[in-house]
């Protein structure tokens, strides 16, 4: 019995020491670290299968998850409208030659794919276009969205989703190193250019004349020909614009304007375009596309209230429906947008920990970022084939949060969240893929 007892200790205190190494691992990456005493760093690292801890530090703090948050929305909505879903645009036609553009809020709608709606229906004859516009609401930005969060970064939500709201101007270096801004759009921006030819890419657009105006200042400098995209004031013009173009390109005749009714019943289908909830998820996922999370957040709360009007109140009941369901405790966090921006989100890394752990067995890691993929380009490229990830970044915030094959081959699931920082989000970002790579080894 003394043998048997001593072999036990043995064996715990063992453990115990290998444990206090791989802590220390980490411990030693967050005091050689940039981010100082009076930052938060949040760390929850648990085995996947178990749930077992096997680091933690601030776990239980509330915290803003910034993008991270995304991964737990886009489930929440793929949860509710299915994997096999798809955002179609259509065009109906009724036997007195009336066509009815139905929207599907497709966030990767382009004017191409519009063309091709158009040109799909082969119209030879058209009495009147109405625009079927009820698939979710026309509020603009979420609660908690800040005036820097939202422009020029965020266009506005609308269900009328072409070119995700946005106008391109291309900047071109001419003769002289002049630089000239074009735009190839019937959807037109007042630009005032001030662009020099410089060394570095530093290139600054604002408003004038307040957050309404289409008066846009493009400041700073620019080393070669680039493109900028400028969310667009009012959707549902932008729409029209393009939508008018397309008609006039295609020989299509219509002078009288456009009305707006939903698809009365007697219809035919006659054309239809459409993106998968696949390439929606990837763009979300892997590329962190905010624009195309609220989307897909109000229409996936539409189709959970079985409501023709989407909406984020919607969908923010559908994800702590589906949180419940998954056996989460939704009592001590909060969310008020899809994508993480709202500086009302607050969750804890342990609750983010125990909820990656409840959706391993689903297919999340096929639209996650991988090294050297979608936020992750040039980062953590020896852990390719190890790690699958979501990162967040915003003033001040910065996280990342995954599944993770250690060195060993222990299948462990990680939250990391960094905020109230003033070093520069490469630095935070580089610190980052330090703690990931002591956990790595854990």
């Known amino acids: 019995m003394k043998k048997f ?36 760093i949040s760390i929850s690292v648990k085995n996947a299968s178990n749930g077992k801890i096997l680091y933690k530090k601030n776990d239980k703090i509330l915290s803003h998850p910034a993008s991270s948050l995304k991964l737990f929305t886009f489930m929440s909505s793929v949860d509710a409208l299915g994997e096999n879903y798809k955002f179609e645009t259509k065009i109906y036609r009724d036997n007195k030659n009336n066509l009815y553009i139905k929207l599907g809020a497709d966030p990767l709608l382009k004017y191409a ?24 609401d026309k509020i603009e930005y979420p609660s908690g969205w800040l005036t820097d969060d939202f422009w020029p970064s965020l266009p506005k939500l609308s269900p009328y989703t072409l070119d995700k709201n946005t106008v391109e101007v291309k900047l071109n270096i001419v003769d002289n190193g002049i630089i000239k801004a074009f735009q190839h759009n019937d959807y037109q921006l007042s630009l005032i250019n001030e662009v020099q030819k410089g060394t570095k890419e530093e290139l600054s657009v604002s408003k004038n004349y307040g957050e309404e105006s289409e008066i846009i200042n493009l400041k700073g400098t620019i080393s070669k020909d680039t493109s900028i995209f400028i969310p667009v004031n009012n959707p549902k013009f932008y729409f029209i614009a393009n939508l008018e173009n397309i008609l006039k390109k295609e020989k299509i005749n219509y002078t009288d304007q456009f009305y707006f009714s ?46 023709d009007l989407g909406s984020t109140k919607a969908g923010i009941e559908m994800f702590y429906n589906y949180c419940t369901k998954l056996g989460l405790d939704v009592e001590n966090i909060k969310i008020t947008d ?30 996650m970022a991988t090294p050297d993929i979608g936020t992750l380009k040039q980062r953590l490229r020896h852990l390719d084939g190890s790690i699958w990830a979501k990162t967040g970044t915003l003033s001040g915030i910065s996280s990342i949060e995954g599944y993770m094959l250690t060195k060993d081959k222990k299948d462990v699931v990680f939250v990391i969240i960094i905020q109230n920082f003033n070093k520069k989000k490469s630095i935070i970002k580089s610190f980052e893929d330090d703690l990931v790579n002591a956990i790595y080894l854990l």
């Open 338 to 367: 899809a994508s993480g921006v709202s500086r009302y989100n607050l969750v804890s890394s342990d609750w983010m920990s125990n909820a990656l752990i409840k959706i391993k067995d689903t297919n999340i890691k096929n639209y």
């Open 262 to 307: 939903k698809v009365p019943n007697g219809t035919k289908e006659i054309s239809v375009v459409s993106h998968s909830l696949s390439e929606v998820g990837k763009e979300i996922l892997q590329n962190s596309d905010n624009f195309a999370s609220e989307i897909l957040f109000k229409v996936a709360g539409g189709k959970y209230k079985n409501s």
């Open 113 to 136: 794919d519009l063309k091709q709606l158009v040109r799909g229906a082969n119209i030879n004859k058209v009495n009147k276009i109405y625009i079927d516009d009820s698939i979710i």
């Open 5 to 40: 007892l001593l072999i036990i200790f043995t064996l715990l205190f063992s453990m115990t020491q290998v444990f206090a190494c791989s802590f220390n691992k980490i411990n030693s990456v967050i005091k050689k670290g940039p981010v100082k005493k009076t930052s938060t």
